[in-house]
């Protein structure tokens, strides 16, 4: 798709982010969430994200977006974050995805992190591709992990490393 733009999110933005986040829960292939979420939770996320960035179509409509939380409280993992992307039904596999993960790998570099983490679902295979091609590496296997829907799921360990902020 071409005519997207990237954008720092701002808290007006929420409520696209809730209803994409939503469609992610609803399809049960992205999270072990399973209720759907409200704005103001969205809302929160505003006061400890490392980073948020948005996408918008052509129209302007956010598309999809990506979020970096902090890893864990310690100060020795201050530099990591851990991340999600997400992208509206109606939008994916048009490169939004792709556009989202430069413009967070970006932020996080900018905002000093040396590496970004997620696990995915094995069966997430769009996702495991997208992230192979922004140069996330596969390093490792958490087995049943959790539950989705009484069923023991594993996930996959995928993490990029930011090398200008190793120092």
């Keep these: 798709m071409t005519g997207l733009k990237v954008r720092p999110a701002r808290r007006?933005?929420?409520?696209?982010?809730?209803?994409?986040?939503?469609?992610?829960i609803e399809d049960r292939i992205a999270t072990f969430e399973t209720e759907p979420r409200a704005v103001a939770a969205i809302e929160a996320w505003f006061d400890t994200a490392l980073a948020i960035v948005v996408v918008e179509d052509p129209a302007g409509e956010v598309a999809g977006y990506a979020v970096a939380h902090p890893y864990a409280d310690r100060c020795c993992y201050r530099g990591i974050g851990e991340f999600s992307v997400y992208v509206r039904r109606s939008h994916r596999g048009h490169g939004v995805g792709a556009a989202a993960m430069g413009a967070l790998i970006e932020a996080a570099r900018e905002k000093g992190l040396w590496k970004l983490l997620s696990r995915v679902f094995?069966?997430?295979?769009?996702?495991?591709?997208?992230?192979?091609?922004?140069?996330?590496?596969?390093?490792?296997?958490?087995?049943?992990?959790?539950?989705?829907?009484?069923?023991?799921?594993?996930?996959?360990?995928?993490?990029?490393?930011?090398?200008e902020n190793l120092d």
């Design 12 to 24: 007006e933005d929420a409520a696209a982010i809730t209803e994409i986040y939503n469609q992610g």
């Design 122 to 163: 094995p069966e997430n295979r769009a996702s495991l591709a997208l992230m192979a091609r922004m140069g996330f590496e596969e390093i490792g296997v958490h087995r049943k992990h959790g539950k989705l829907e009484g069923v023991w799921m594993d996930t996959v360990i995928v993490e990029r490393l930011i090398p």
